[in-house]
């Protein structure tokens, strides 16, 4: 099934833009209420049943619907609920951090049929794409023949400029090759997939949106904290990637540094300083980036390092909140789910004690998906890029 943009004349439509923009509205609301009867789906979303019946059948006859057992005890015919094949499209993901990257393989419905990660010290090109194409080999094996034939895309999900933070991870000078790399063409020596790049914030929070607690708000800030700390936002139940692909860039914001003075978020509520407290102390700091996580011999560090993520926090909430009238702020991150709760109760003890005068501030709450969002998030990318709407 091919999915086209829109075309509009004078405020009129084409024939093929408006089905295609039908067929992809049909499949957002079986994926967001599960499966549905084709009345339902005319109810919903305001066509007539003679279009949806239509749009149904081409659907199921390309393989992205599936009949399920009529529904009786309606006057009249019995209702036949169609659902999503889940192997109707397939992706691959890959989150590529400054400390480790992830691999997973998803279907339409969110199912993550494999899964691998790599750390290393500093990534670098070679080794990234090494990993990228070794990987998608490996997973492949582990697909059928129908699925590997329902390959879709490839999302990649990394943090902009990733060159840009050589001082503060202590990289070597060559680091800053990323600068010149085409990601584009490096991916297309791999596979002739279609390619889909994001900020790796706002594929944490799509991630989010889709597979975790973001169907209970309409209009919501995140943060993700990993090596450094990113976000995205949520509006109208959507998210918000911004005209130049930067909402969310929540690092800059600026907050109260400890000694007085300010500095920007991303230097006071990220992994890396949580690192550096443990290597000052001469430990190994691996198991931080290592699946699964298990960061019981940090202890001692972590305590500091929360009071101090979750008082940052509740200041950039705040500056948040003055701007847009957020229901919440999702909190997630590379991290144990027991440490992330830990984050959030301090931030909203923080928050408490602010002054929020003028402003109803959004409450922090606890994100859903976890240390994996950014890979999953990478892996939507193309399956909501090319069937469903946010």
Known sequence: ??????????????????????????????????????????????????????????????????????????????????????????????KLGRRSADLVVMNLTGEVLGSSQTTFRYPMPD????????????????????????????????????????????????????????????VAKISDLPLFTENDGTAACRAEHVLGRGREFSDYAYFFIGSFIGGGVVLNSGVTVGARNNAGAFGSLRVPAPGGGELPLIDAASLHLLEAAITAEGLDTTALWTQPQDWTAFEPFIEPWVMRTGDALAHAIRSIG?????????????????????????????????????????????????????????????????????
């Open 1 to 94: 099934m091919e999915i086209c943009e829109i075309r509009t004349l004078g405020g009129g439509a084409n024939q093929v833009g408006v089905r295609a923009y039908n067929e992809r509205l049909i499949l957002s609301m079986i994926q967001r209420y599960g499966e549905l009867p084709g009345r339902d789906i005319a109810e919903l979303t305001g066509l007539s049943a003679q279009t949806v019946s239509n749009i149904l059948r081409g659907l199921e006859a390309e393989e992205f619907l599936l009949r399920r057992d009529p529904r009786r005890g309606r006057v009249g015919k019995p209702s036949v609920p169609m659902a999503l094949n889940p192997d109707a499209a397939l992706s691959f993901g890959l």
């Open 127 to 186: 080794e990234v794409f090494g990993y990228l194409r070794d990987g998608m080999a490996d997973l492949s094996r582990g697909l059928t023949p129908y699925q590997r034939g329902r390959l879709r895309g490839i999302g990649i999900a990394a943090p902009s400029e990733i060159w840009s933070w050589t001082e503060v991870l202590d990289a070597p000078l060559d680091f800053t090759v990323w600068a010149d790399v085409d990601v584009k063409a490096e």
């Open 322 to 390: 003055s701007v847009m009238d957020f229901e919440a702020v999702l909190i997630d991150g590379a991290m144990p789910p027991q440490v992330r709760d830990r984050v959030v109760a301090r931030t909203r003890e923080a928050l408490s004690v602010l002054d929020t005068r003028g402003m109803l501030p959004p409450r922090p709450e606890a994100a859903q998906v976890g240390a994996n969002a950014r890979a999953l998030g990478a892996a939507c990318a193309p399956i909501y890029a090319q069937y469903f709407f946010q």
